[in-house]
């Protein structure tokens, strides 16, 4: 493990998480940002408790326009400020973040598209260009109740987004729980913002009770059907709450997340693809490393190109349970469907095959660093290349592994390697963007991305979990 002995590696490592814990809080109430959308007639003022995607404005000239609340991305980032406050990195700054956060999230589900739909003409203020990307009123007239929460995202002022999108999208919900689980359980919340943050948790319980069977976009936003990593999040949000509702005596409701948890679990077991299989040859010597978790059910039952999917691997350190949980189970304990899963482990193998041999920045690279890492093959959302997110997830998900498994040198090495990787491509200023060009390393797309510092915040906690667990003395 050279790179855990590099003062080089260790000191930009330092450096770097730091850069990004001040860039990502960039993203937390931005209320001095306004955002015009003079094509939609929209001043954008954002509320305090908005986390907005990228605060960087942009309006695809060429960058994507991401200052939106992003259910999901919002849930990633106030995760991961848990991290630098449990760490000490930020303090009680951030649990008036999180009082903001949860106070924002709870106005939204009073939100009421039916309302918004039956403004005479509200096409009058769109430009006429602009008139094919408004949403079309029956559309927006769903939006309401605990539908809200499928919304995908919002304006960041706290209303509703009126632009064509694809909805509903059900992992925000399960998400958003299982980040608040995590704060609920470290135990440094004051009574009252204890009571706010219940109060959103049994919201998000049951939003994915409700809908977890439903079918919903995926984690892209591209295809409808069943998605693994929605489907995922969903199982281990009701797997915490339930533990998390016994905890305050609500057997019941416990009982019924806990019995949903392992129907969705059953489920996902249906979606480990076998190589042998496919080419109908026989699989029945148990080898769990010839095949890989794909990532999708499309709705019409068709194929999908997308079923090889780095959304799986974020799955697997996304549902990951409380600290207390884990402890529970068994430090060391393997988990179906989670890093120290040998099928999960063999996705990971696939997908770094797909993107080595994909990317010429893969191509020829340094000895240490490992291969950067995209979301599916064929991409082509701007440079279709690599993503920060998807490089720093890979890192984290060997992390995680090594300080489950028993291999624990070699998964952190490897770990090392793809963060080697996010070193080499990312510029002494210590911005992120959404991606790094497949062939150049340029970065491309969204600007400052939330998800990408939030994802670099996360993966070193996990390195540090990892260190330790290497320096631990072992039982027999």
């Known amino acids: 493990m050279a790179s855990l002995q590099d003062p080089a590696f260790e000191s930009w490592l330092e450096t770097q998480l730091r850069h990004s814990a001040t860039a990502m809080l960039s993203s937390i109430s931005p209320v001095s940002i306004v955002k015009q959308r003079p094509g939609f007639g929209q001043t954008v003022q954002p509320m305090t408790g908005a986390i907005v995607a990228s605060p960087v404005l942009a309006d695809y000239n060429p960058d994507p326009d991401y200052f939106f609340h992003w259910f999901r991305d919002s849930a990633v980032v106030i995760d991961a400020l848990r991290l630098l406050y449990a760490e000490g990195r930020v303090g009680d700054e951030a649990l008036q973040h999180l009082h903001d956060f949860v106070r924002f999230s709870l106005d939204l589900n009073r939100l009421d598209g039916r309302a918004a739909a039956a403004v005479e003409d509200r096409s009058a203020c769109v430009a006429p260009e602009l008139l094919q990307y408004l949403r079309e009123d029956h559309d927006l007239a769903k939006a309401f109740g605990d539908l809200v929460a499928a919304e995908t995202r919002v304006n960041p002022d706290g209303t509703l987004d009126v632009c064509r999108w694809n909805r509903p999208q059900h992992d925000g919900a399960p998400l958003r729980a299982l980040a608040l689980l995590r704060w609920a359980a470290g135990g440094h919340l004051d009574a009252p913002l204890l009571a706010q943050v219940s109060e959103l948790i049994r919201f998000d319980l049951d939003f994915t009770l409700r809908r977890w069977r439903e079918p919903s976009y995926d984690i892209w936003e591209e295809e409808l059907g069943h998605h693994y990593y929605t489907l995922r999040v969903a199982g281990a949000a009701l797997a915490e709450g339930a533990a998390w509702l016994e905890s305050v005596g609500d057997t019941a409701q416990a009982q019924r997340c806990r019995e949903e948890s392992r129907a969705v679990l059953r489920l996902l077991d249906g979606y480990w693809v076998d190589e042998r299989d496919e080419r109908h040859e026989r699989s029945d010597d148990g080898d769990a490393t010839r095949g890989y978790y794909r990532s999708r059910e499309l709705a019409d039952g068709g194929p999908s190109p997308k079923a090889l999917d780095i959304a799986v691997i974020l799955s697997a350190i996304h549902s990951l349970g409380t600290e207390a949980t884990r402890r529970a189970a068994g430090p060391r304990m393997p988990a179906a469907h989670g890093p120290a899963d040998p099928r999960m482990q063999a996705t990971l193998e696939r997908l770094d095959a797909l993107f080595d041999a994909a990317y010429p920045i893969n191509h020829g690279r340094a000895a240490g660093r490992g291969a950067a890492m995209g979301r599916y093959a064929g991409d082509v959302y ?89 320096q631990a003395p072992r039982g027999r």
């Open 382 to 470: 701007y440079s279709g290349g690599a993503y920060y997110f998807s490089t720093l997830g890979a890192a984290e998900f060997c992390f995680h592994a090594a300080a489950m498994g028993d291999d624990t040198r070699h998964w952190i090495e490897r770990g090392d390697a793809y963060l080697a990787t996010v070193r080499a491509y990312t510029p002494a200023s210590g911005d992120l963007s959404e991606q790094f060009d497949q062939h150049s390393g340029a970065q491309t797309s969204a600007k400052q991305l939330a998800w990408s510092h939030a994802a670099f915040i996360s993966c070193v906690s996990a390195r540090r979990l990892a260190a330790a667990a290497c």
